[in-house]
C-alpha cells in the first residue's frame, strides 16, 4: 500500500504537494506497525522529508516574489509587479493571493481585461477571498450590463455574509443595487453602513451622489456635512464638501472648506485641485499655477504632469513640451508622462521627436506595451500601415483580450484593403467590448461596402440598449436604413433630431431622402447649408455633386467644387472630387492636374495614386500605370488593389510575373475573388488541378459573378471535363452575353458533339469579334 502511495505523490508533482504528503505520510504510520517493511517506511519518511522541504521552499520563493512585487506596487512600477506577482502564482499556482495582487496591479495600471482574468482565477481558487470577490464584483457593476450587475449583487451578498462589517464591500452592493433600479436598496445598505462607520468617507461620498441623482440636493449636502462633523480632523472629508459645493458653484462655500482642508493637511491633493479649479473660475491664473505646481510636486506620479497640462490649456505649448520632457528625462519608468508627451508632439505636428521617443522607450524595453499601442497609433495616422500592424499585433500578443488594439489593428487592415480580415478583427473588438460603439459603427460600414445589408443592421441591432438612445447610433442605423432603400423609418428619426438640433449628418440624411424623392433643389440646399459652416465636408459636397448629376448638369457640379476647393486648397479629398468630375467630363488634362494637387495634399495617399494609374490606363498610358503601381506596391506589398491591378496590366506580357502577383495579393487575403478567379484562368493551362481548387473557391464565394463562372467552365474545360464546364458557361453566356462567352460556349458544344450548335454559336461569336481567333486560342 505505501508504495503505491507513494509512486502516486511522485507523480502528483509539486502542484500537489500538500495532497501527496498527507497520502504519504499515512503510510508511513501504517508501516512503521510492521517491523518487517520497516526499509519502507524509512524511504517514504525520506520522500516525506523531501517534499516538505521542497514545499517550505517554493512557499519561500512565492514570499519573496510577493514582497518585491508589493514593494515594486507601492513605487508605482506596475509593468515590473505584476511580472513578480505572475513568478508567485507559478510557485504556488494553487494559491489565490498572487492572482489577486496580479489583478490589483491590473487594475492600477488601467488594464482591466488583464485584471478580470487575475482576480477570476483567484475567486475560483478561494471563493471565500474577499478582496477578490469585491474587486471582481466592482468590475462586473462598471460594465453596466444588467446580467454581471445581478453576479455582482450575489457575489458581494455572499462576501458581507462572511464579514458584515466591511463597508468597502456595502458601498459595492449598493452601487449594484443601483445598477439594477434598486435605488432605494442602496440607499438603505449606504445608511447602514454610515451607522457604523460614521467617518467611512466613501459610504458618505457615494450616498451623496445617489442623492443628487434623485435629485435630493439638500440630502446630499446634509450627508457631507455629517461626515465632516464625524471627522473633524479628516482633510479628505473637508475636501469632498467642497467639491460639492464647486458643483453646485457654491464657490464661497466651497472655498471656505478648500481651505479648512488646507489647514489640515497642506498637500491634500483633492483639496488642491478643488481649489485650482476655484481659482480658474476666478480667473486667477498665476494663483492657479503656483497651485498645479504644488500638485505636480506630489509623490503621486499622476499629478506630475497637472502644471505641464496648466501651461498647454494656457496656449503655452512650448513650455508644457519643456516640462513634459523634463519630467520624461527624469522619471523614464512613468509612461503616463511619456504618453502625454508624444501626444503633445503629434499635436505640434512634430512627429519625427514623438517618433524618436517611441523608438528609445521600446530600445530600453523591446515588450513595452505603451510604447507600441502609441506608436502603432503613430504609424496609423502617419500611412505607416504595415509598421503600425506589426506594433499592433505585439501589442495583442501580450493583451490579446485588449478591444481596442483589435480595433486598431481592424483599422489597419481597413487601410491596406483587407476588408475580410479588417471585419474578423471588428468582430473580435465587439465581442470582447459590447460597448465599444465606434467598432460596431465601422463593422456595419464594412457589411454595407460588400452590400450585406441585413448583416449591418444585424450589428446594430445587437448593440447594448443604452447605447441605441446614442446621436451616433441613430445616425448610423439611419445611414443603413437609407442604404436600404428605406426612408420612411429614418425619416422619422431624421426629424426628431432636426427639432433639437441641426446636426450635420442629420440634415445630410435629410437631403438623401429628399434626393431619393426627386427632390433635388431640397437635396441641394441641405448641402449647401451643410458646406456653408464646413466647406470641406466630402459627403455634403458628394451630395451636392448627387443632385446635380442627377439632373445630367455636370458642368454646374464641376464649377461648384472648383468654388469649394478655392475655398480648401489644402484638402485632397476634394480635390480628388474635382479629379474624378473632370474625367467625367472627358477633361483628362485638368483631371490629371487636378489629381497631382491632391497628391501634393495628401503624399501618403495610396488613393490618388491608384487613380492616376487608372488614368494613364484610359490614356493607353500603360508602361506609365504600371510604374506607378509598382511604386505602391515597393512601397507596401501588401495593397491588394495594386497589387491585383498591376497583374491585370502584366498578364498580357508576362504570365509568370502576373501569377506571382496574384499569389502575393492572396498571401495578403486568401478570399479575394478577384485574386482567386484571375489566377485561376491563369493556371489552367499548366496547373489545371490547383486552378480547379482556386475557381471552385471563387465560385463559393461569388456565385453570381459570371467572370468567375466562366472561369471555372474555363478550367473544367482544360481537364477535358467538357460537360462540367457546360452549365458553367451557359449561365455567364445567360447572365452576360458577350462575343468571349459565346466562343467560349460554342467551343465546349464541339467538344461534346453538339457540332451544328457550336459551329454557329463560334461563326457568331467571330462575325462580332474576329480577334478572338488570336485571344482566345487556347480553346
Given at each position: 500500500?505505501?508504495?503505491?502511495?507513494?509512486?502516486?505523490?511522485?507523480?502528483?508533482?509539486?502542484?500537489?504537494?500538500?495532497?501527496?504528503?498527507?497520502?504519504?505520510?499515512?503510510?508511513?504510520?501504517?508501516?512503521?506497525?510492521?517491523?518487517?517493511?520497516?526499509?519502507?517506511?524509512?524511504?517514504?519518511?525520506?520522500?516525506?522529508?523531501?517534499?516538505?522541504?521542497?514545499?517550505?521552499?517554493?512557499?519561500?520563493?512565492?514570499?519573496?516574489?510577493?514582497?518585491?512585487?508589493?514593494?515594486?506596487?507601492?513605487?508605482?512600477?506596475?509593468?515590473?509587479?505584476?511580472?513578480?506577482?505572475?513568478?508567485?502564482?507559478?510557485?504556488?499556482?494553487?494559491?489565490?493571493?498572487?492572482?489577486?495582487?496580479?489583478?490589483?496591479?491590473?487594475?492600477?495600471?488601467?488594464?482591466?481585461?488583464?485584471?478580470?482574468?487575475?482576480?477570476?482565477?483567484?475567486?475560483?481558487?478561494?471563493?471565500?477571498?474577499?478582496?477578490?470577490?469585491?474587486?471582481?464584483?466592482?468590475?462586473?457593476?462598471?460594465?453596466?450590463?444588467?446580467?454581471?450587475?445581478?453576479?455582482?449583487?450575489?457575489?458581494?451578498?455572499?462576501?458581507?455574509?462572511?464579514?458584515?462589517?466591511?463597508?468597502?464591500?456595502?458601498?459595492?452592493?449598493?452601487?449594484?443595487?443601483?445598477?439594477?433600479?434598486?435605488?432605494?436598496?442602496?440607499?438603505?445598505?449606504?445608511?447602514?453602513?454610515?451607522?457604523?462607520?460614521?467617518?467611512?468617507?466613501?459610504?458618505?461620498?457615494?450616498?451623496?451622489?445617489?442623492?443628487?441623482?434623485?435629485?435630493?440636493?439638500?440630502?446630499?449636502?446634509?450627508?457631507?456635512?455629517?461626515?465632516?462633523?464625524?471627522?473633524?480632523?479628516?482633510?479628505?472629508?473637508?475636501?469632498?464638501?467642497?467639491?460639492?459645493?464647486?458643483?453646485?458653484?457654491k464657490f464661497d462655500l466651497a472655498e471656505a472648506e478648500v481651505l479648512g482642508a488646507l489647514k489640515l493637511d497642506a498637500r491634500n491633493s483633492s483639496a488642491l485641485l478643488t481649489l485650482a479649479a476655484i481659482q480658474m473660475h476666478s480667473h486667477?491664473?498665476?494663483?492657479?499655477?503656483?497651485?498645479?505646481?504644488?500638485?505636480?510636486?506630489?509623490?503621486?506620479?499622476?499629478?506630475?504632469?497637472?502644471?505641464?497640462?496648466?501651461?498647454?490649456?494656457?496656449?503655452?505649448?512650448?513650455?508644457?513640451?519643456?516640462?513634459?520632457?523634463?519630467?520624461?528625462?527624469?522619471?523614464?519608468?512613468?509612461?503616463?508622462?511619456?504618453?502625454?508627451?508624444?501626444?503633445?508632439?503629434?499635436?505640434?505636428?512634430?512627429?519625427?521627436?514623438?517618433?524618436?521617443?517611441?523608438?528609445?522607450?521600446?530600445?530600453?524595453?523591446?515588450?513595452?506595451?505603451?510604447?507600441?499601442?502609441?506608436?502603432?497609433?503613430?504609424?496609423?495616422?502617419?500611412?505607416?500601415?504595415?509598421?503600425?500592424?506589426?506594433?499592433?499585433?505585439?501589442?495583442?500578443?501580450?493583451?490579446?483580450?485588449?478591444?481596442?488594439?483589435?480595433?486598431?489593428?481592424?483599422?489597419?487592415?481597413?487601410?491596406?484593403?483587407?476588408?475580410?480580415?479588417?471585419?474578423?478583427?471588428?468582430?473580435?473588438?465587439?465581442?470582447?467590448?459590447?460597448?465599444?460603439?465606434?467598432?460596431?459603427?465601422?463593422?456595419?460600414?464594412?457589411?454595407?461596402?460588400?452590400?450585406?445589408?441585413?448583416?449591418?443592421?444585424?450589428?446594430?441591432?445587437?448593440?447594448?440598449?443604452?447605447?441605441?438612445?446614442?446621436?451616433?447610433?441613430?445616425?448610423?442605423?439611419?445611414?443603413?436604413?437609407?442604404?436600404?432603400?428605406?426612408?420612411?423609418?429614418?425619416?422619422?428619426?431624421?426629424?426628431?433630431?432636426?427639432?433639437?438640433?441641426?446636426?450635420?449628418?442629420?440634415?445630410?440624411?435629410?437631403?438623401?431622402?429628399?434626393?431619393?424623392?426627386?427632390?433635388?433643389?431640397?437635396?441641394?440646399?441641405?448641402?449647401?447649408?451643410?458646406?456653408?459652416?464646413?466647406?470641406?465636408?466630402?459627403?455634403?459636397?458628394?451630395?451636392?455633386?448627387?443632385?446635380?448629376?442627377?439632373?445630367?448638369?455636370?458642368?454646374?457640379?464641376?464649377?461648384?467644387?472648383?468654388?469649394?476647393?478655392?475655398?480648401?486648397?489644402?484638402?485632397?479629398?476634394?480635390?480628388?472630387?474635382?479629379?474624378?468630375?473632370?474625367?467625367?467630363?472627358?477633361?483628362?488634362?485638368?483631371?490629371?492636374?487636378?489629381?497631382?494637387?491632391?497628391?501634393?495634399?495628401?503624399?501618403?495617399?495610396?488613393?490618388?495614386d491608384l487613380a492616376m494609374a487608372g488614368l494613364d490606363v484610359a490614356e493607353n498610358r500603360i508602361f506609365d500605370a504600371r510604374q506607378k503601381l509598382s511604386a505602391i506596391v515597393a512601397r507596401d506589398g501588401t495593397n491588394v488593389r495594386a497589387?491585383?491591378?498591376?497583374?491585370?496590366?502584366?498578364?498580357?506580357?508576362?504570365?509568370?510575373?502576373?501569377?506571382?502577383?496574384?499569389?502575393?495579393?492572396?498571401?495578403?487575403?486568401?478570399?479575394?475573388?478577384?485574386?482567386?478567379?484571375?489566377?485561376?484562368?491563369?493556371?489552367?493551362?499548366?496547373?489545371?488541378?490547383?486552378?480547379?481548387?482556386?475557381?471552385?473557391?471563387?465560385?463559393?464565394?461569388?456565385?453570381?459573378?459570371?467572370?468567375?463562372?466562366?472561369?471555372?467552365?474555363?478550367?473544367?474545360?482544360?481537364?477535358?471535363?467538357?460537360?462540367?464546364?457546360?452549365?458553367?458557361?451557359?449561365?455567364?453566356?445567360?447572365?452576360?452575353?458577350?462575343?468571349?462567352?459565346?466562343?467560349?460556349?460554342?467551343?465546349?458544344?464541339?467538344?461534346?458533339?453538339?457540332?451544328?450548335?457550336?459551329?454557329?454559336?463560334?461563326?457568331?461569336?467571330?462575325?462580332?469579334?474576329?480577334?478572338?481567333?488570336?485571344?482566345?486560342?487556347?480553346?
Amino acid at each position: 500500500m505505501s508504495w503505491a502511495l507513494i509512486g502516486r505523490a511522485q507523480r502528483f508533482g509539486r502542484h500537489w504537494q500538500h495532497r501527496a504528503i498527507g497520502g504519504i505520510g499515512r503510510a508511513v504510520w501504517l508501516e512503521s506497525m510492521d517491523a518487517r517493511k520497516l526499509c519502507k517506511s524509512s524511504l517514504a519518511l525520506i520522500v516525506v522529508l523531501t517534499l516538505a522541504a521542497c514545499g517550505r521552499s517554493l512557499q519561500q520563493k512565492e514570499a519573496s516574489y510577493l514582497k518585491r512585487g508589493q514593494d515594486l506596487m507601492a513605487r508605482k512600477d506596475y509593468p515590473r509587479a505584476f511580472l513578480e506577482f505572475k513568478n508567485a502564482a507559478a510557485a504556488q499556482p494553487q494559491d489565490a493571493e498572487p492572482y489577486y495582487q496580479m489583478g490589483l496591479t491590473a487594475l492600477a495600471a488601467g488594464n482591466s481585461n488583464d485584471a478580470a482574468r487575475a482576480l477570476k482565477r483567484a475567486t475560483e481558487l478561494n471563493p471565500r477571498h474577499a478582496g477578490a470577490q469585491l474587486k471582481v464584483a466592482e468590475l462586473m457593476t462598471a460594465t453596466r450590463d444588467p446580467k454581471l450587475a445581478e453576479e455582482a449583487e450575489s457575489r458581494l451578498k455572499q462576501v458581507l455574509l462572511a464579514s458584515p462589517d466591511n463597508p468597502e464591500t456595502i458601498d459595492a452592493l449598493a452601487f449594484a443595487e443601483y445598477q439594477l433600479g434598486k435605488a432605494e436598496d442602496a440607499s438603505t445598505h449606504l445608511q447602514e453602513a454610515l451607522k457604523k462607520f460614521p467617518a467611512h468617507l466613501a459610504s458618505a461620498v457615494a450616498l451623496a451622489k445617489l442623492k443628487l441623482v434623485i435629485g435630493d440636493v439638500d440630502g446630499a449636502e446634509d450627508v457631507l456635512k455629517s461626515a465632516v462633523a464625524s471627522a473633524p480632523d479628516s482633510a479628505n472629508a473637508a475636501a469632498a464638501l467642497a467639491q460639492f459645493y464647486l458643483t453646485r458653484q457654491k464657490f464661497d462655500l466651497a472655498e471656505a472648506e478648500v481651505l479648512g482642508a488646507l489647514k489640515l493637511d497642506a498637500r491634500n491633493s483633492s483639496a488642491l485641485l478643488t481649489l485650482a479649479a476655484i481659482q480658474m473660475h476666478s480667473h486667477l491664473a498665476a494663483e492657479a499655477e503656483q497651485t498645479y505646481k504644488i500638485l505636480s510636486a506630489l509623490p503621486d506620479q499622476r499629478y506630475r504632469p497637472l502644471h505641464a497640462m496648466f501651461l498647454f490649456r494656457q496656449n503655452q505649448r512650448e513650455a508644457a513640451l519643456t516640462e513634459l520632457k523634463k519630467l520624461a528625462g527624469k522619471y523614464p519608468e512613468d509612461r503616463a508622462t511619456r504618453s502625454r508627451l508624444v501626444a503633445l508632439y503629434g499635436l505640434m505636428n512634430r512627429i519625427p521627436e514623438a517618433e524618436q521617443e517611441l523608438d528609445a522607450a521600446l530600445k530600453r524595453n523591446p515588450n513595452d506595451q505603451d510604447a507600441l499601442w502609441q506608436r502603432g497609433q503613430l504609424y496609423l495616422e502617419t500611412g505607416k500601415i504595415s509598421q503600425a500592424e506589426n506594433d499592433l499585433q505585439r501589442v495583442l500578443r501580450f493583451r490579446p483580450d485588449w478591444a481596442e488594439a483589435h480595433f486598431a489593428l481592424a483599422r489597419a487592415r481597413g487601410l491596406k484593403g483587407e476588408a475580410r480580415s479588417e471585419r474578423q478583427e471588428l468582430a473580435e473588438a465587439i465581442r470582447l467590448n459590447r460597448n465599444l460603439l465606434e467598432a460596431r459603427l465601422v463593422l456595419a460600414r464594412s457589411f454595407i461596402a460588400i452590400g450585406d445589408t441585413k448583416s449591418a443592421l444585424q450589428v446594430l441591432d445587437e448593440a447594448p440598449a443604452p447605447q441605441k438612445k446614442t446621436l451616433d447610433f441613430l445616425i448610423e442605423r439611419n445611414w443603413e436604413m437609407l442604404r436600404t432603400g428605406n426612408s420612411r423609418e429614418p425619416r422619422y428619426y431624421i426629424d426628431a433630431i432636426l427639432k433639437i438640433e441641426r446636426v450635420p449628418e442629420a440634415i445630410l440624411q435629410d437631403g438623401v431622402v429628399k434626393l431619393g424623392d426627386k427632390d433635388y433643389a431640397g437635396a441641394r440646399g441641405d448641402a449647401e447649408e451643410v458646406l456653408r459652416k464646413d466647406p470641406e465636408n466630402v459627403k455634403a459636397a458628394h451630395l451636392l455633386v448627387d443632385s446635380y448629376l442627377a439632373q445630367k448638369q455636370l458642368s454646374p457640379a464641376v464649377d461648384r467644387v472648383r468654388q469649394l476647393v478655392s475655398q480648401r486648397p489644402s484638402s485632397a479629398a476634394l480635390r480628388f472630387l474635382l479629379a474624378q468630375l473632370l474625367v467625367s467630363s472627358n477633361d483628362l488634362v485638368q483631371a490629371r492636374v487636378a489629381f497631382a494637387a491632391a497628391k501634393k495634399a495628401a503624399p501618403q495617399s495610396f488613393e490618388v495614386d491608384l487613380a492616376m494609374a487608372g488614368l494613364d490606363v484610359a490614356e493607353n498610358r500603360i508602361f506609365d500605370a504600371r510604374q506607378k503601381l509598382s511604386a505602391i506596391v515597393a512601397r507596401d506589398g501588401t495593397n491588394v488593389r495594386a497589387l491585383l491591378l498591376l497583374a491585370d496590366l502584366t498578364a498580357p506580357i508576362d504570365e509568370t510575373a502576373a501569377i506571382a502577383l496574384y499569389r502575393s495579393a492572396m498571401a495578403v487575403d486568401a478570399t479575394n475573388v478577384i485574386a482567386l478567379n484571375n489566377l485561376a484562368y491563369l493556371l489552367a493551362k499548366d496547373k489545371p488541378d490547383e486552378a480547379v481548387k482556386l475557381a471552385q473557391q471563387a465560385v463559393e464565394l461569388a456565385p453570381e459573378s459570371v467572370d468567375v463562372q466562366d472561369t471555372l467552365g474555363w478550367v473544367y474545360y482544360r481537364k477535358g471535363l467538357y460537360s462540367a464546364a457546360l452549365s458553367h458557361l451557359q449561365l455567364a453566356l445567360q447572365n452576360a452575353p458577350t462575343p468571349v462567352r459565346k466562343f467560349h460556349l460554342g467551343m465546349t458544344y464541339l467538344k461534346t458533339g453538339e457540332d451544328r450548335l457550336g459551329k454557329e454559336m463560334v461563326r457568331a461569336a467571330l462575325l462580332q469579334d474576329p480577334n478572338l481567333v488570336k485571344t482566345e486560342r487556347g480553346w
